[in-house]
């Protein structure tokens, strides 16, 4: 079984700080994890994902995340928020031979001029 | 590379009816799902194929939900007859199916039961 947890349903933050949101997952398995974000009326797009090898990892518009097994975490961050990063973020984890993938009930971002 | 198509995008229909929604994935792609996403939640799997068997529909309410995946390609999913909780988006996603791959959205079709 697999499931995540994100901490916080609403991050709001001022343009040029730092962004932190938090997931934790539970996995059987080695897992894979992934950001997405949603933004109003879209699909999900993927930010970035983690399979094996360098546990930092980058994605598309400044965000990285590091995953850290022995905190079950991955957390998502960017050093400076810019208000087109506004939008939901989903984590979710992969795993398992039929790789299911599970998401978190997501974070909302606001970012404030 | 063409993204996945989903339609119709908007669909407004009273309880007790049926409704049908499409899904045509990435030309190649093993693994279809479906998820429901309801206001201010995270995406529900509903069911996962697999080429076209099903490898997880734990979640999917089969009172009244039916999905099929056809020569294992476009994929449609029904609900018969709806209810007001069924309003939601419903995003199809798919992908290689090979390991270490994400999976990659459509738009959603969003479902208002009156």
């Known amino acids: 079984a697999q499931s995540v947890t994100q901490l916080g349903s609403h991050v709001s933050v001022s343009e040029g700080a730092l962004v932190l949101l938090r997931c934790n997952y539970s996995?059987?398995?080695?897992?894979?994890l992934f950001w997405y974000v949603q933004y109003p009326n879209q699909g999900l797009q993927l930010l970035l994902k983690?399979?094996?090898?360098?546990?930092l990892v980058k994605g598309i518009n400044g965000f990285e995340a590091e995953f850290k097994k022995s905190e079950t975490s991955f957390h998502l961050t960017k050093p400076s928020a810019h208000m087109s990063d506004a939008a939901e973020y989903f984590c979710?984890?992969?795993?398992?031979?039929?790789?299911?993938?599970?998401f978190g009930k997501g974070t909302l971002l606001t970012v404030n001029p | 590379e063409a993204g996945v198509a989903q339609s119709p995008r908007y669909k407004i229909i009273e309880k007790r009816q049926s409704v049908a929604f499409w899904c045509n994935p990435i030309?190649?792609?093993?693994?279809l799902y479906w998820y429901q996403q309801i206001l201010g939640q995270g995406p529900k799997l509903l069911i996962q194929?697999?080429?076209?068997?099903?490898?997880?529909d734990s979640q999917l309410p089969k009172d009244r939900f039916s999905a099929e995946r056809l020569k294992g390609v476009d994929s449609t999913l029904k609900i018969q007859p709806a209810k007001l909780e069924d309003s939601a988006v419903y995003l199809c996603?798919?992908?290689?199916?090979?390991?270490?791959?994400?999976?990659?959205f459509g738009q959603g079709t969003r479902l208002t039961v009156v």
């Open positions: 194929f697999q080429n076209n068997g099903v490898v997880d």
């Open positions: 996603a798919s992908s290689s199916g090979m390991v270490n791959t994400e999976a990659f």
């Open positions: 983690y399979t094996t090898g360098a546990t």
């Open positions: 030309s190649g792609h093993a693994t």
């Open positions: 996995s059987s398995v080695p897992p894979y």
């Open positions: 979710a984890v992969s795993g398992g031979s039929n790789y299911k993938l599970t």
